[in-house]
């Protein structure tokens, strides 16, 4: 893995999206830092998961640069971005639930080892079940029979396998009861410490967020309308009252 550093930061400049007549994104620039949790806040339809699938080739922008380590990846097609280091966590998760644990998380080793050559596999795979021990326990079991937290244990584990200098997450609390989300919310903080990967958390639950986030950007309508330390952002009152609600 690339030792931190300028690779790793996800410098977004002017980024502007739009789906026929509706401009979700207009002019977004966010920097997200490695070794940092990057959150990206705001209420339903202002542009964060517009953000995230731009930022991944799904969708393509008309206008601004995202530049990774220097390299501006903007226009590129999905699978460039995915193997310069990118991965998505999409909303809603994605497991395969016919597929067991460890079946969907070799699925995330296809990009990561054709990136790296040799990688030690196995290694990984311990170290992802290190991370997640219930997922280390359910190994062999059909995902189905996952809870809604040890799915997002599992996209988030199989997105690692992939060994990421920028992971994406949108919207990993949501439908989790706040005892879990608490939890993963704990995991990707010590992930992010011990990795020093770049994360942008794009999340509608604020205050969450903004605990184990060093940065944050609010977006409204396609807009950037704050940023700052997350902890200035969670003490702007009348921020979170017309931004960010709590
Ligand atoms: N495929 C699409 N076609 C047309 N408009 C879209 C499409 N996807 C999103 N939009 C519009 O783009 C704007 C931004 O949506 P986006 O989903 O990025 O917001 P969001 O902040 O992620 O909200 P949510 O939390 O509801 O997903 C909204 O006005 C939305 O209606």
New binding site residues.
């Given amino acids: 893995m690339a030792d931190g550093g300028r690779d790793r930061e996800l410098d977004i400049r002017g980024l502007t999206t739009r ?2 007549p ?1 401009t ?2 207009d002019g977004v620039s966010v920097l997200a830092r490695p070794g940092e949790v990057t959150a990206v806040l ?10 995230l ?1 731009t930022v991944s080739g799904l ?1 393509k922008g008309s206008d601004g640069a995202v530049l990774l380590g220097g390299r501006d990846l903007a226009g590129a097609p999905a699978e460039t971005i995915a193997r310069a280091g990118v991965a998505h966590v999409p ?1 809603g998760r994605g497991v395969i639930t016919e597929l067991t644990v460890e079946e969907n998380l070799r699925l995330g080793e296809l990009l990561g080892s054709a990136r790296r050559g040799k990688a030690d596999k196995n290694e990984r795979l311990a170290s992802v079940y290190g991370m997640f021990p219930p997922l280390a326990q359910r190994r062999r079991q059909v995902a189905n029979s996952l809870s809604g937290g040890e799915r997002q244990m599992l996209v988030i584990g199989r997105a690692l396998l992939s060994e990421p200098e920028v992971l994406l997450l ?2 990993p609390s949501l439908g989790l009861a706040p005892r879990v989300v608490a939890q993963i919310f704990g995991l990707i903080r010590d992930l992010v410490d011990r990795e020093r990967i770049t994360v942008l958390l ?1 999340e ?1 639950n604020a205050r969450s967020a903004l605990s184990i986030a060093d940065t944050g950007f609010v ?1 409204n ?2 807009r950037v309308v704050a940023s700052d330390d997350a902890e200035a952002l969670a003490a702007d009152a009348e921020l979170r009252h017309a931004y960010l609600g709590f």
């Fill in positions: 789906y026929g509706v979700a994104l705001g209420a339903n339809g202002a542009g964060k998961t517009t953000l699938r969708v909303e949108d919207e794009v509608q977006l309508l396609g």
